[in-house]
């Protein structure tokens, strides 16, 4: 574990925040953030954050903050393929991964680096998005936590009803023919946040955590990402209809839905809830994909309840 690079400028996190490099067992270095906990309501546990695809660690400083002074360490992760991560094409633009597989080789190494560090217990997991879907295969994998949380987890992929039999056929065409590293139909080349407008963003409808992104990427552009790759887009539907048709881990569980996400699919998301025995659903109204990057009152009250649900269970 060698001190890789934290940009505390923009990320607006705790201070005595390290990052370190990670080198995965397949020969991929990918990135840890550590922020840990002080003061008298230290050691309470420690946060597994999983972030989302195109994500990176400073974008969970204002997060981390909050966790950190409830007393709670807190993780995070440049998954392989973002943030400073090693990429796998030329074109750090292009999100490319061959198999969701891989990911759960960079929990591993997350997991080995946690013990390592000798962080507090028990652990928690969050996963945001693509985090969630990560999150909830390592949770199958047994992931030794003692609790969840979800935000906007991707456990379906938000495709138009008609747009799905080509999604699926195309992408597992060009997978199959070695032509995987394509850009998938219909997705931009560059960052979402710099090539979009504040104005009916999919993301948040909170302007300062918009612009927050914004300045993050424009500071630092070697954190931006673009669309995924076929692959990606094949390995992601293929992991999510897995996922789908398991039954639903033991793990005490809460997941936020916001009533205007358009970046996952929402059906999947109230089908797992509603098989869940030990989970809770919670549809945040008026809310887009970013929980955490929400309006005060969104996020303010996804962090008491989140905080609750770990207390609960520690």
């Known amino acids: 574990?060698?001190?890789?690079?934290?940009?505390?400028?923009?990320?607006?996190?705790?201070?005595?925040?390290?990052?370190?490099?990670?080198?995965?067992?397949?020969?991929?270095?990918?990135?840890?953030?550590?922020?840990?906990?002080?003061?008298?309501?230290?050691?309470?546990?420690?946060v597994l954050l999983f972030p989302g695809r195109t994500e990176y660690i400073e974008k969970y400083g204002p997060a981390a903050r909050?966790?950190?002074?409830?007393?709670f360490d807190v993780i995070s992760v440049d998954w392989r393929g973002q943030g400073l991560a090693d990429?796998?094409?030329?074109?750090?633009?292009?999100?490319?991964?061959?198999?969701?597989?891989?990911?759960?080789?960079?929990?591993?190494?997350?997991l080995a680096a946690v013990e390592k560090l000798d962080l507090p217990k028990p652990y928690h997991l969050i996963g945001h998005s693509m985090g969630g879907c990560i999150g909830l295969r390592a949770l199958h994998n047994n992931l030794p936590v003692n609790s969840a949380v979800f935000s906007g987890p991707m456990w379906g992929i938000g495709i138009a009803t008609w747009m799905r039999p080509v999604a699926w056929g195309l992408s597992w065409l060009n997978h199959t023919i070695g032509q995987g590293l394509?850009?998938?139909?219909?997705?931009?080349?560059?960052?979402?946040?710099?090539v979009s407008g504040f104005a009916d963003n999919q993301l948040t409808k909170d302007r300062e955590m918009w612009d927050f992104m914004v300045e993050q990427l424009k500071a630092q552009p070697d954190l931006a990402l673009g669309g995924p790759s076929v692959s990606w887009l094949y390995s992601a539907l293929v992991e999510c209809k897995r996922l789908q048709r398991q039954s639903c881990p033991a793990?005490?569980?809460?997941?936020?839905?916001?009533?205007?996400?358009?970046?996952?699919?929402?059906?999947?998301?109230?089908?797992?809830?509603?098989?869940?025995?030990n989970g809770q659903l919670f549809e945040v109204p008026a809310a887009e994909h970013e929980i955490m990057m929400e309006v005060p009152a969104i996020r303010d009250d996804f962090f008491a309840k989140t905080i609750a649900h770990f207390d609960a269970h520690s």
């Open 1 to 46: 574990m060698q001190d890789a690079p934290l940009f505390d400028e923009i990320a607006r996190g705790p201070t005595g925040g390290r990052a370190f490099w990670l080198d995965t067992p397949d020969g991929i270095k990918i990135r840890l953030g550590h922020w840990p906990a002080s003061g008298e309501r230290a050691t309470r546990g420690t």
């Open 66 to 71: 909050v966790f950190v002074d409830a007393g």
């Open 87 to 110: 990429r796998a094409h030329d074109d750090r633009l292009l999100g490319h991964v061959n198999d969701f597989e891989e990911f759960q080789t960079d929990v591993r190494a997350v």
């Open 182 to 194: 394509k850009q998938s139909p219909g997705t931009g080349h560059d960052s979402y946040v710099l």
């Open 251 to 277: 793990t005490p569980t809460l997941t936020f839905l916001g009533t205007d996400e358009r970046i996952v699919a929402k059906e999947p998301v109230r089908n797992i809830m509603g098989r869940w025995q």
